[in-house]
Structures are given as C-alpha cells and as structure tokens.
C-alpha cells in the first residue's frame, strides 16, 4: 500500500445527527425489510468505513493523483495500491451495505449506505469511480435481466470478481445519445453482435477485476431513429464461459485513455466494440427497443451518486479549511489593524475567513441533509410497497422530483466550494502541499457527466413540474409550507421561517410562469432559458428548509443538556448554519424570481455574428 498521506476528515457527529435525529433511521431500521438493522449496527458500519476511509483510500488519493493511469499491453494500469484497495473493500462488505440480502448485501437501508458512500467519495473519488460503475451494472442487471442473466453476472459483479460499467456517448453525439450509430445484428443463436465506439466511458478498463461487464447501448438493424430506437446489452470484455468463467476476448478493444484535469486515478476511456465483427453481446432482459428506461435505473442512480461525490469532496475541502484555519497565524486581531504591535492570530479570527467558512458549513450541512432526506423516501417507498400504496407513491414521486437537485445543485455547490477553500488557505491553497487545489480540479466533472446540469434542470422543469399532474412537486410545496406553518412564530427563527415562506412565494409564482410559457409558442425558448435558475431557486428553498428544521429539532436538544455538555458547541453550530443560510441566500430566490417574470431573452435575441465579430 502506498505511503501516501491522509488528507481526508469528516465530524461523524455530524453525520449521525442527520441520520438519526433528523431523518429517524430509526423509524426506517427495525422493520422488514430493514429488520437487521438498528443504530447501533449502524453507527458501527460509520466508524468502520470511517476507519477504512482514513487508512486506506485517502492515503491514495494524492499519489494516484500524481501518477495517473496508463496503458500497457492493450490494457489500463490503475496508480499504486489500487488493486489491494479494491481487494478490501469488497472483502469488507463497503459496497454492499444497501444491497438487498438474496443478491449477497447486508440489506441496509440507503440512508446509511449514503453516509458510507460519502466517505468513500470523500477519501478518494478517482477510486470509488470503479466500484460505482461496478456497483451500477449490477443494479441494472439485477433490475432488469432475465433470470440466467442474474446469475450469470450479478454476484461476481457485487463481490468485486468482475468490474462494470455504462457505455452511452459517442464521439459525435455528446450528451445526444439518441443519435447513437453503435449497431447490434441479431444472430442465430439468439445474440447480437455488436459494433461501434463509445466515448467517455468512466472505469472502462482496468487491471483490478479479471473481467469487465459493460452495459452498451446500441441500434438493432432496423430499429426507429432516436432514443425510442435503441436497445441495451451486456457486452462483457473477455467472452464468459458455460461455466462462468472468463473466456477468450470479445474484441472490445481499448481506444486511449483520457488525460484529464482531475479524477486523474479514474480511467475514462475511448472504447471500440466489433473492430473484427467478433463481439458478442446479450440483450438485457431478453428485450428490444427498451434500453433507455433500462439504463435510465442505472443513470438516475449515477446521478444520485454524483450528488454524494460531491457532498464529500465539498465536506472535506471545508475540514480541510477549518484545521487550516485554526492552524495558520497571519496578522493581528482585527480590532486592532492599526497597531502594528499586535500579536498574530490565527486566520480563524478574521472576519472573512469566518464568514467563508460559515457559508461552507452551512451548504454541506445543507447538502448533505438533502441527500439523507431523498435516501429516507427511497427506504420509506421500499418498506410502504403492497402496505400502504399511497404513501408509497408519495415518497418515490419526492424521489423523482428531489434526484436533479440532488445532482446539479451539490455538484454546481461542490465545485465553488472547493474554490472557496482554496481562497481560504490563500496562496497556500493553490499548491499540491495541500489537498484543496486536487477537490476543486476533482470535483469539476461533476457538473457535467451522467447529465449535464442543464439536462438535470431541464428534466426538473421538463418532466418532474408535471409528473402526476404535477402531484409530486405539490406535495414538496406542501411539506415545506407545513413547515412554515408550524413554526412561523418560532421564538428563535421566525423571522427566518418567514424568509422560507417568501422564497417559496417566489419559487411557486416562477413555477406558474413556466407553465405559462409552455403553453405560448413565442416563449418556449424562455424555459430553457430559465431552467437552470428554477433549479437553483427550489435547491435553495428545499435547503433552506431542511438547515432550518435541524435548527429547530438542535434548539430542543440543547434545551435538555446541562450547560457544560459539550454537545451544546454541535447543536449552536446547526442553529447559526440555518441562519446564515436564511439570511444570505433564501432572498436570492425572491430576486431569482423577480428576474424570471422579466423575461429576458437577451441570449436568444443576439445575432451570433454579435458574439465576437473577428470569429
């Protein structure tokens, strides 16, 4: 194992008031088919991961950083102390934790493999890379695959024998993925064979499984144009043999692999299927013409995957700035700029730094409980199913409504708040003697794979306003108002909660103008326009709920403890995030509407010869 050093931190306080004050794991744990589980067992899994995050994955991080992935022989070459790494964490079970038990997991709710998930991300992204991809491909063949495909793929996929991964782009199409020219020709024997090239693909080849299992999208001989037409197979790298073992190849060949501004440990490869007309795949499902709702439970739980990446990188990179900034001593007290005498302080003390690092803890507290809340209606959808199918429904449509805001807004949040760490060391932030400068280059992609954040907000504005018509954003409208409702008068944070109550105005009057703009041909171009600001203005308001309702529940907690309990410094920390958070940003969602009733059209209205004349 590499002789790296950790940079990786997180407050599990933290983390176990979320799960289990505000979230009540234990109102999920306990009960089929959750039954297992308790807060003990949990909050054992937390410190274990915890424990392995530290010792095992951060210490790789900067060295895989600096040496990369290479190509030798036809294949990728992962950094130093990758292969041990993932030895063990599929040997202790990191993975598996919300995997149900007859697939092999421990059948943990997913509002605990989320808190392992963000430390694993947090520790090292590049890495957790392919066990995720891995991770993905098993949850989509599980899903969606015929019974002989389950058990030919999915526990070798889930104990770490094969790796997996989703192959969409191509070279000429991007985020289009319905122009896709990869072709499948249907067999004799049942199979396809498949043919094209695949761009972007994140974990596509490595030296730590001794095969990969690729998920590819591609157009069965005759089938429709666009998405409707397209198919989805298991294409595995090395051929699977009768008894399940790996085989001769399967001329999937590695293309090259990109060189990157971060998650440079993670392999993001071009690959070429067919090149000989011998690759063989399987359709999954047995199924044509279904591949895009196929991959769509892969990608939506991608998506969601990419919201904890970033709420672990931003978690760390704010750590990281708060030891920083308790450390480093630079200039005298501010009260006292005008006496060069006075002794140096540390840059905690200086009002900017305090307000930079305010702003950090309260978006990732903010972030983080708006991940555990969507992973709580995931475990509550689960349990109500055949019981309650009301309830049910309810909590998968928060799922569907909250999953872009769980992807755009933390991965948009994690990339400036990384940024802002950085300016919190000052000059010492931009060099590699600190881990700050690789969160900010690692955590840039995450606006933009698995969709960009325009495409999350476009199927918030697009799709998710009116799922149901419309029942799954209202019922989000009603949880935040009833919220208000009950604590409007609060002794502490009335008038914040009244603030909450003025941003939902906003968020609702702009949601009605999108509504209207739907239906008037000459605005239609008004929505995509807007969709990035309505998703940022519903993050804000949903995250501003849910800092302020940890205000409340903390506030109650410490009216319990006797004056010197050190739990009083946590709770007061989660009173000031919620009021920072309501004071500075939940008035940008006034103003953001403001801005929508405008119309502005500016972007669509200027010539293209008017963007730089010379050009």
Request: charged share 20%; net charge negative; glycine share 10%.
């Amino acid at each position: 194992m590499s002789a790296g050093i950790n940079h990786y931190k997180t407050d599990l306080r933290e983390l176990f008031f979320t799960l289990f004050e505000q979230f009540g794991f234990e109102q999920v744990a306990g009960q089929a088919p959750f039954e297992a589980w308790g807060p003990d067992e949990a909050k054992a899994v937390i410190q274990e991961t915890y424990r392995f995050s530290k010792e095992v994955l951060g210490p790789l991080n900067t060295t895989a950083d600096r040496e990369g992935c290479r190509i030798e022989n036809g294949t990728v070459i992962t950094p130093k102390g990758f292969k041990e790494a993932w030895k063990l964490l599929w040997e202790q079970g990191f993975k598996t934790v919300g995997v149900a038990t007859d697939h092999g997991g421990q059948g943990a709710p997913a509002m605990l493999q989320v808190a392992v998930e963000e430390m694993l991300c947090g520790a090292n992204t590049a890495f957790n890379m392919y066990p995720g991809l891995t991770f993905g491909a098993a949850e989509v063949i599980s899903e969606c695959g015929t019974a002989d495909q389950k058990k030919q793929y999915v526990e070798k996929l889930l104990n770490g024998t094969w790796g997996g991964t989703m192959c969409l782009t191509e070279p000429h199409a991007g985020s289009d993925v319905g122009s896709a020219k990869s072709t499948a020709r249907r067999n004799p024997d049942g199979s396809y064979t498949i043919r094209g090239t695949k761009i972007f693909i994140s974990a596509g080849d490595h030296d730590l499984a001794e095969n990969i299992i690729h998920l590819v999208l591609a157009r069965v001989e005759g089938a429709a144009p666009g998405t409707k037409g397209l198919s989805l197979f298991i294409v595995p790298k090395m051929r699977v043999n009768a008894d399940g073992s790996s085989g001769e190849s399967n001329d999937v060949s590695l293309g090259s692999i990109e060189h990157k501004m971060g998650i440079n440990g993670s392999a993001t490869c071009v690959l070429n299927f067919g090149e000989n007309d011998k690759c063989v795949g399987e359709l999954v499902g047995g199924v044509e013409h279904v591949g895009m709702s196929q991959m769509f439970k892969m990608m939506n739980g991608a998506r969601i995957a990419v919201g904890i990446q970033s709420l672990g990188l931003a978690s760390a990179a704010y750590y990281n700035a708060l030891e920083y900034a308790k450390e480093r001593k630079q200039g005298g007290h501010f009260s006292k700029f005008k006496d060069p005498t006075a002794p140096r302080v540390s840059i905690l003390e200086h009002p900017d730094v305090r307000r930079m690092l305010l702003e950090m803890k309260a978006h990732v507290e903010g972030m983080r409980a708006l991940i555990v809340k969507l992973a709580m209606h995931t475990d509550k959808a689960k349990q109500l199913a055949g019981k309650d199918d009301d309830r049910a429904a309810y909590h998968r449509g928060q799922v569907e409504v909250l999953t872009p805001l769980v992807k755009a807004y933390s991965s948009d949040q994690a990339f400036r708040l990384t940024a802002q760490a950085i300016q919190v060391y000052g000059g010492a932030g931009f060099v590699k003697d600190y881990p700050v400068e690789q969160y900010c280059r690692d955590s840039k992609i995450f606006s933009i794979y698995e969709g960009t954040n325009h495409i999350q907000a476009m199927d918030l504005v697009g799709r998710k306003l009116g799922q149901a018509g419309g029942a799954h954003f209202q019922q989000f409208m009603e949880d935040v108002g009833a919220f208000i409702e009950a604590n409007r008068e609060h002794k502490t944070f009335g008038a914040e909660v009244k603030q909450l109550a003025a941003a939902q105005e906003g968020l609702m009057s702009s949601a009605m103008a999108l509504l209207g703009w739907s239906q008037e041909p000459s605005k239609v171009a008004l929505i995509p326009l807007s969709a990035n600001r309505f998703l940022q203005m519903m993050s804000e308001v949903a995250v501003g709920w849910l800092l302020l309702d940890a205000a409340v529940l903390a506030e109650k907690s410490a009216e319990k403890l006797s004056a010197t309990d050190p739990d009083r410094a946590f709770y007061d920390g989660k009173k000031w995030s919620a009021l920072w958070f309501a004071r500075n940003v939940l008035p940008n969602v006034e103003q953001a509407a403001r801005l929508m009733a405008q119309e502005d059209a500016s972007a669509m209205q200027i010539p293209d010869a008017a963007f730089a004349a010379s050009l």
